[in-house]
């Protein structure tokens, strides 16, 4: 056989060799399937806070993630006419999240309302919360 | 004279399909080699590279907007060096333009891409006999591609896809099967490569890609110029990416593209240029459609 056609033979042995060990991967490093749902805590309103007719109802909402989300959305629900009102929806990646919000409770209102919160990370895992408040 | 030179372009070095993107992918997916022929001389070319895109992954929250369009654009320095008959190295230094249509307006990401180095080995070629009626060549190949290009930490207010990066962040490991068999002023050239992808500092991996390429190619000649036509069946898979030990399930997948192209060569340049269009896709779980492909190259050989 040629020298040479040897000498290549072991370069690319030698090659794949070192390649092969930085391919190395250990069985514990196996990914998993995130099932984590994200975390949603309504800080402002209160459940069952009473608002004034015209008045601004504070909404802070912080949300977190194990991995980053991927979008939340805040809803102002009317009970007594089945109309929801969009605060806010985003698309966001992070792990933690805060949301300051206000929203102007109607001069006409009846009532009650109810805040509807939603957060989704990328694996749609999704986690719901309604906060029932009062109009006076 | 034509005659050998008509044989030697029968040694093709072959497409290497190896992004980004990409799955895709866009800035992260291929590097393609494209059909190169005298494989006993050096050589340097530059290549330009397009991919387009329409992405979904917002699709939930602004149904309004619609697919954003995305297009992946790379510059490439590309020179190849025979270390001996049967060893060559050959390497690839991108420069990317990304654009993405906001309905906001546009966002482009612009800069070095990852750096791609290559050793090939032909383990069987003989090409250059008279004897055969089919002449043969096949080569093993395995190669690093670089961490040159940015990869850049998704910001709280950033966009969905994972792939509209310039850079991987990591160091990752090409291994590619290259096989070639010509009758007369016929051939097939078969390709594949496997790319094993490592975690960046951001603690983030795409997913390990495959991709394959059958190309059918006609030699002929006018005097010094000779002519390659060729038709190509391109089919690219990609993982899932993983982030902090999870999977992202809304990444990788799979598609099959055909393609055109056109080569030609006169003594020391070859100029080519190809098209494709996906004939199959099924890209991070139906929130990314590809569009059509293209590329133009001019080699310098010495």
């Known amino acids: 056989m040629d020298r040479r056609f040897i000498k290549s033979i072991f370069k690319t042995l030698a090659i794949f060799q070192a390649l092969a060990l930085a391919a190395c991967s250990k069985a514990a490093d196996q990914p998993a399937l995130d099932t984590e749902a994200p975390a949603i805590h309504v800080i402002a309103p209160l459940e069952n806070a009473i608002f004034p007719k015209g008045s601004l109802a504070p909404i802070t909402i912080e949300f977190a993630d194990n991995l980053g989300m991927h979008a939340y959305y805040i809803y102002m629900m009317d009970e007594s006419t089945g109309q929801p009102s969009l605060v806010e929806k985003k698309h966001i990646h992070t792990k933690n999240w805060k949301v300051e919000q206000q929203f102007l409770i109607p001069e006409d209102a009846i009532g009650p309302f109810r805040l509807d919160v939603e957060a989704v990370d990328h694996e749609y895992n999704t986690t719901r919360m309604s906060i029932p408040i009062g109009v006076e | ?302």
């Open chain 2, 1 to 302: 004279m034509a005659i050998k030179y008509l044989l030697l372009a029968a040694l093709l070095f072959g497409s290497l399909s190896a992004k980004a993107c990409d799955a895709c992918g866009c800035s992260l997916s291929q590097a393609y080699w494209g059909l190169m022929p005298n494989n006993n001389n050096h050589y340097v070319g530059i290549w330009w590279q397009h991919q387009s895109y329409r992405s979904f992954f917002e699709q939930d929250i602004y149904p309004e907007q619609g697919g954003i369009p995305e297009y992946f654009n790379a510059i490439e320095l590309r020179a190849r060096y025979r270390l001996s008959p049967f060893l060559q190295v050959v390497a690839i230094l991108p420069y990317a333009y990304n654009v993405r249509r906001e309905p906001t307006g546009a966002r482009a990401i612009e800069g070095v891409g990852d750096a791609l180095a290559m050793a090939s080995f032909t383990i069987i070629d003989n090409s250059d006999s008279l004897k055969f009626a089919v002449r043969h060549r096949l080569a093993l190949g395995a190669g690093v591609k670089a961490p040159t290009g940015r990869y850049l930490r998704r910001e709280p207010l950033d966009l969905s896809n994972p792939n509209f990066q310039l850079g991987s962040g990591s160091w990752d490991v090409l291994f590619n099967l290259n096989y070639t068999g010509r009758w007369r002023t016929f051939g097939l050239n078969l390709d594949g490569t496997y790319r094993y992808n490592n975690t960046n500092a951001n603690d983030y991996r795409f997913g390990h890609r495959f991709n394959g390429a059958a190309t059918l190619f006609w030699l002929g000649s006018s005097g010094m110029l000779e002519v390659m036509p060729n038709a190509s069946l391109l089919y690219e898979k990609a993982g899932w990416d993983v982030e902090e030990g999870y999977y992202h399930t809304n990444t990788g997948g799979e598609a099959l593209f055909g393609g055109l192209g056109l080569e030609l060569y006169w003594p020391r340049f070859n100029l080519g240029a190809s098209w494709s269009l996906p004939l199959s896709q099924n890209l991070s779980a139906g929130l990314l459609d590809a569009g059509s492909r293209a590329s133009v190259h001019l080699n310098y050989f010495f």
